[in-house]
């Protein structure tokens, strides 16, 4: 119940990364000080002291929280108090003291800049190692100073006038002109500085015109109206995080924060926009997408007429990932949006479509290896057994029902454009194969496909949406009045169809199938707002190619948008996994291409680590030393840490080595439904399984060669290139998805040989295992090989 003298605490942007920074137990401190403010503000164990004013209407305060913390406060009204920033040590005080304070103009948020470290960053930073100071160092004779030329400035090209209109920090611009290189810009960004100067510096940096970044990062971050002079107007910004809702602080302090729901400034106007139809949203792992997709969802419901049905559908590939976005937007949202929403995956949005119009059970899909056995099976008994199965699975899913084809003539005459070319006879035999396997899938007991559930849910939903659309162009042929007269009823069965959803997001879009698309499509009529769709091509590891614009999604000029920056994955990780897929071509989910060009990350980090093992039960258990120790030296909880595997034979194997290991390791597996919500444990499951999650530290084991990619994968590089091509960049894109799941630390290992996917100089910078194994005593003699 709020009182006389509770308080409203408001927590500035770079507060959530000095609670990162400062560990659990500050965090844990800095919360309980926040809750013990909100109520009371008058409660003298709060340590409140006047520090100076901050313009007309506002007041910083310094607030003392023990043993060693302390924290900087402003004040706008009676009741309304922000966090701008949080310091430890003997000397927070004085290093709160001496920061500045002032409203950005472009974006109207308030902000913190601390220019004795700022300047003290990069001037460290130009007195290390370079070219001119190993010269310095060299005994041998320098050349006449007058030859030697001064490094320039990094941003020279780029005036003041033009820094600050972009939104960089007017009070960094000492320390910004005495950059002459990236790594002391490295070391300006490394300190907390704000946002919006970070985004536009690295934008800069990568030559970017001032004009795009006006156009990419200012113009989103742009605030009409901002007043540097108003400081009740920047600490009521939207922007800015209130701690009223306690999950809301929970999620603030803790020690992993892989990924925000906060809105960047950079998407809030993805989430908001009104488009005229059909919207699409591509950028690389970390962008955000997700994020997006969430929020654009809660405003969805926002601009929705009060009710009780579900008019927005949020869907995504698989149960897993749709769990876990029922569970951000819950933690987003609330019960009162969730009510709104329908969220399940594709998957389980089909099955119910087929269960809800046919009586018969079309029997449960087939899991791939017994698709694959059933195809083995019907090679037998026709007797082609020069097809290989999965030759034959990926032609009848991905040719086959994607266009549509129940008859031969349809598939004689479908176009297969990258693939291997076949013969008429040869179609004439492959559609043989096909009709034998749809017999056995009727047979009995019953069964079927995922991809022929999806096809039949599609051929149902568009039947009810041509239904709905003849009944509209019948009523607008009546003068729109409402049809209560009998050639109505007779028309559409005495009411009128109605379709299921208003509006459609879709997450993880580069999945879907050709049959996915067609049913989504047909479930939202066609206007403002219909579907929005998340993807991104280089994370593709399902589906083929679909080309949206073939099943009516379409999304020309600013209905389809990129981001290009990263908030979850540091530049040395970026760097390593973006190498897994240089020279590859992807395409932009419709008839264009897409690109990491651009693509860059607002975190610096460590290096990837690298290890080798001489065989797979060194490997297992070193991985288990190297788990415990980032548990008891970093303090990292074991459920912020996870191992990818190529497969699920791996994945039960290092489950069971960590379980019973010398110094066993909690272990959770990812299963087809994901992880449940407090489980605790490391995760453990395929590199498939970690599509959609993060954490802060990843493990990925196994990418020896001949396991990435797999060498069953071999026989096509001569029998069939263009699907050997596709293989090997799905292999590729699955890596890229694994390695892309870290925030903070990135561990790959291997026995053997390393992967041909892993840099040419690995083994040259990959530590031992054995090494490991005899420093941390004797392996376990319970691991399995």
């Not at 100073?145 to 490094?151: G, H, N, Q, R, W």
């Given at each position: 119940?709020?009182?006389?003298?509770?308080?409203?605490?408001?927590?500035?942007?770079?507060?959530?990364?000095?609670?990162?920074?400062?560990?659990?137990?500050?965090?844990?401190?800095?919360?309980?000080?926040?809750?013990?403010?909100?109520?009371?503000?008058?409660?003298?164990?709060?340590?409140?002291?006047?520090?100076?004013?901050?313009?007309?209407?506002?007041?910083?305060?310094?607030?003392?929280?023990?043993?060693?913390?302390?924290?900087?406060?402003?004040?706008?009204?009676?009741?309304?108090?922000?966090?701008?920033?949080?310091?430890?040590?003997?000397?927070?005080?004085?290093?709160?003291?001496?920061?500045?304070?002032?409203?950005?103009?472009?974006?109207?948020?308030?902000?913190?800049?601390?220019?004795?470290?700022?300047?003290?960053?990069?001037?460290?930073?130009?007195?290390?190692?370079?070219?001119?100071?190993?010269?310095?160092?060299?005994?041998?004779?320098?050349?006449?100073?007058?030859?030697?030329?001064?490094?320039?400035?990094?941003?020279?090209?780029?005036?003041?006038?033009?820094?600050?209109?972009?939104?960089?920090?007017?009070?960094?611009?000492?320390?910004?002109?005495?950059?002459?290189?990236?790594?002391?810009?490295?070391?300006?960004?490394?300190?907390?500085?704000?946002?919006?100067?970070?985004?536009?510096?690295?934008?800069?940096?990568?030559?970017?015109?001032?004009?795009?970044?006006?156009?990419?990062?200012?113009?989103?971050?742009?605030?009409?109206?901002?007043?540097?002079?108003?400081?009740?107007?920047?600490?009521?910004?939207?922007?800015?995080?209130?701690?009223?809702?306690?999950?809301?602080?929970?999620?603030?302090?803790?020690?992993?924060?892989?990924?925000?729901?906060?809105?960047?400034?950079?998407?809030?106007?993805?989430?908001?926009?009104?488009?005229?139809?059909?919207?699409?949203?591509?950028?690389?792992?970390?962008?955000?997408?997700?994020?997006?997709?969430?929020?654009?969802?809660?405003?969805?419901?926002?601009?929705?007429?009060?009710?009780?049905?579900?008019?927005?559908?949020?869907?995504?590939?698989?149960?897993?990932?749709?769990?876990?976005?029922?569970?951000?937007?819950?933690?987003?949202?609330?019960?009162?949006?969730?009510?709104?929403?329908?969220?399940?995956?594709?998957?389980?949005?089909?099955?119910?479509?087929?269960?809800?119009?046919?009586?018969?059970?079309?029997?449960?899909?087939?899991?791939?290896?017994?698709?694959?056995?059933?195809?083995?099976?019907?090679?037998?008994?026709?007797?082609?057994?020069?097809?290989?199965?999965?030759?034959?699975?990926?032609?009848?899913?991905?040719?086959?029902?994607?266009?549509?084809?129940?008859?031969?003539?349809?598939?004689?005459?479908?176009?297969?454009?990258?693939?291997?070319?076949?013969?008429?006879?040869?179609?004439?035999?492959?559609?043989?194969?096909?009709?034998?396997?749809?017999?056995?899938?009727?047979?009995?007991?019953?069964?079927?496909?995922?991809?022929?559930?999806?096809?039949?849910?599609?051929?149902?939903?568009?039947?009810?949406?041509?239904?709905?659309?003849?009944?509209?162009?019948?009523?607008?042929?009546?003068?729109?009045?409402?049809?209560?007269?009998?050639?109505?009823?007779?028309?559409?069965?005495?009411?009128?169809?109605?379709?299921?959803?208003?509006?459609?997001?879709?997450?993880?879009?580069q999945d879907l199938s050709a049959s996915h698309w067609r049913l989504l499509r047909a479930l939202a009529s066609e206007g403002p707002n219909d579907i929005f769709l998340v993807g991104d091509a280089h994370q593709r590891i399902y589906a083929h190619r679909s080309i949206l614009?073939?099943?009516?999604?379409?999304?020309?000029?600013?209905?389809?948008?990129?981001?290009?920056?990263?908030?979850?994955?540091?530049?040395?990780?970026?760097?390593?996994?973006?190498?897994?897929?240089?020279?590859?071509?992807?395409?932009?989910?419709?008839?264009?291409?897409?690109?990491?060009?651009?693509?860059?990350?607002?975190?610096?980090?460590?290096?990837?680590?690298?290890?080798?093992?001489?065989?797979?039960?060194?490997?297992?258990?070193?991985?288990?030393?190297?788990?415990?120790?980032?548990?008891?030296?970093?303090?990292?909880?074991?459920?912020?840490?996870?191992?990818?595997?190529?497969?699920?034979?791996?994945?039960?194997?290092?489950?069971?080595?960590?379980?019973?290991?010398?110094?066993?390791?909690?272990?959770?597996?990812?299963?087809?439904?994901?992880?449940?919500?407090?489980?605790?444990?490391?995760?453990?499951?395929?590199?498939?399984?970690?599509?959609?999650?993060?954490?802060?530290?990843?493990?990925?084991?196994?990418?020896?060669?001949?396991?990435?990619?797999?060498?069953?994968?071999?026989?096509?590089?001569?029998?069939?290139?263009?699907?050997?091509?596709?293989?090997?960049?799905?292999?590729?894109?699955?890596?890229?998805?694994?390695?892309?799941?870290?925030?903070?630390?990135?561990?790959?290992?291997?026995?053997?040989?390393?992967?041909?996917?892993?840099?040419?100089?690995?083994?040259?910078?990959?530590?031992?295992?054995?090494?490991?194994?005899?420093?941390?005593?004797?392996?376990?003699?319970?691991?399995?090989?």
């Open positions: 119940m709020t009182s006389g003298t509770s308080a409203r605490v408001i927590m500035n942007m770079q507060v959530q990364k000095d609670l990162q920074r400062l560990g659990h137990q500050a965090n844990n401190q800095v919360i309980d000080f926040v809750r013990r403010l909100r109520e009371d503000r008058t409660n003298r164990s709060l340590r409140l002291a006047p520090l100076r004013a901050a313009g007309a209407n506002g007041e910083l305060l310094i607030a003392t929280i023990p043993p060693h913390h302390a924290a900087l406060l402003l004040r706008t009204e009676e009741r309304r108090f922000t966090v701008l920033a949080v310091r430890e040590g003997a000397a927070a005080h004085e290093e709160l003291s001496r920061l500045t304070v002032s409203i950005n103009p472009v974006s109207g948020l308030p902000e913190v800049i601390d220019q004795v470290r700022a300047s003290d960053n990069v001037l460290a930073f130009s007195s290390q190692s370079g070219p001119q100071d190993r010269a310095e160092r060299s005994p041998q004779v320098r050349p006449p100073a007058s030859v030697t030329p001064l490094p320039s400035e990094l941003f020279a090209d780029v005036s003041d006038d033009d820094l600050t209109g972009l939104g960089v920090s007017r009070s960094l611009l000492p320390s910004i002109r005495r950059i002459t290189s990236r790594e002391q810009l490295d070391a300006l960004l490394g300190d907390n500085v704000p946002e919006l100067t970070r985004d536009v510096l690295l934008a800069l940096a990568e030559d970017v015109p001032v004009q795009d970044v006006r156009r990419d990062i200012t113009d989103a971050w742009h605030t009409p109206g901002a007043d540097p002079e108003d400081w009740a107007g920047a600490a009521r910004h939207p922007a800015l995080v209130s701690t009223d809702d306690d999950a809301v602080l929970d999620a603030l302090g803790d020690s992993f924060e892989a990924w925000r729901l906060f809105l960047h400034p950079e998407q809030r106007r993805l989430a908001t926009t009104r488009f005229k139809g059909s919207a699409k949203v591509t950028g690389g792992p970390g962008t955000g997408k997700t994020v997006v997709a969430l929020h654009r969802v809660r405003h969805l419901v926002s601009q929705l007429p009060p009710g009780h049905d579900r008019p927005v559908l949020l869907t995504t590939y698989n149960t897993s990932l749709a769990e876990d976005l029922r569970q951000r937007l819950r933690k987003l949202g609330g019960d009162d949006v969730l009510k709104r929403v329908r969220i399940e995956s594709v998957e389980a949005l089909a099955r119910r479509i087929v269960a809800e119009e046919r009586s018969v059970d079309l029997g449960y899909p087939l899991q791939d290896d017994a698709a694959m056995s059933l195809w083995h099976t019907v090679r037998t008994e026709t007797g082609h057994l020069h097809y290989d199965a999965d030759f034959l699975d990926d032609e009848f899913r991905h040719v086959i029902i994607a266009n549509q084809c129940t008859l031969y003539t349809h598939y004689r005459g479908v176009g297969r454009p990258g693939r291997t070319r076949i013969t008429v006879k040869q179609k004439r035999e492959i559609w043989e194969l096909v009709e034998a396997y749809r017999a056995h899938l009727k047979a009995s007991p019953r069964q079927t496909t995922f991809d022929l559930v999806a096809a039949e849910a599609a051929r149902i939903a568009g039947e009810r949406k041509r239904d709905h659309d003849r009944f509209l162009e019948y009523k607008e042929e009546q003068g729109g009045r409402d049809l209560i007269h009998r050639e109505a009823a007779s028309l559409m069965g005495g009411s009128a169809p109605r379709l299921p959803f208003r509006h459609i997001v879709v997450d993880e879009a614009s073939h099943y009516g999604i379409r999304t020309p000029g600013r209905a389809s948008r990129r981001l290009t920056l990263s908030y979850r994955t540091t530049r040395e990780i970026l760097g390593s996994a973006g190498g897994l897929l240089a020279g590859q071509p992807f395409d932009d989910m419709d008839l264009g291409d897409d690109t990491l060009d651009g693509y860059r990350s607002v975190l610096t980090g460590r290096a990837p680590e690298y290890w080798h093992a001489p065989d797979w039960q060194s490997e297992q258990r070193a991985l288990a030393a190297l788990l415990v120790e980032r548990h008891k030296k970093y303090g990292t909880p074991y459920e912020a840490m996870a191992v990818a595997v190529p497969d699920g034979t791996a994945a039960a194997q290092i489950a069971y080595t960590l379980g019973t290991s010398d110094h066993p390791v909690p272990v959770v597996e990812i299963g087809r439904d994901g992880v449940p919500e407090n489980a605790s444990g490391v995760r453990i499951g395929t590199m498939h399984r970690f599509k959609g999650l993060e954490f802060q530290r990843v493990f990925i084991a196994g990418v020896s060669e001949g396991q990435v990619p797999h060498q069953h994968i071999e026989p096509y590089r001569l029998t069939n290139p263009n699907r050997y091509r596709q293989e090997e960049q799905r292999a590729r894109s699955l890596v890229f998805v694994a390695a892309t799941r870290a925030r903070d630390e990135l561990v790959v290992s291997w026995n053997g040989r390393p992967s041909r996917f892993l840099p040419r100089d690995v083994q040259k910078v990959a530590r031992s295992a054995a090494s490991l194994l005899k420093a941390n005593g004797s392996p376990s003699s319970t691991s399995v090989a």
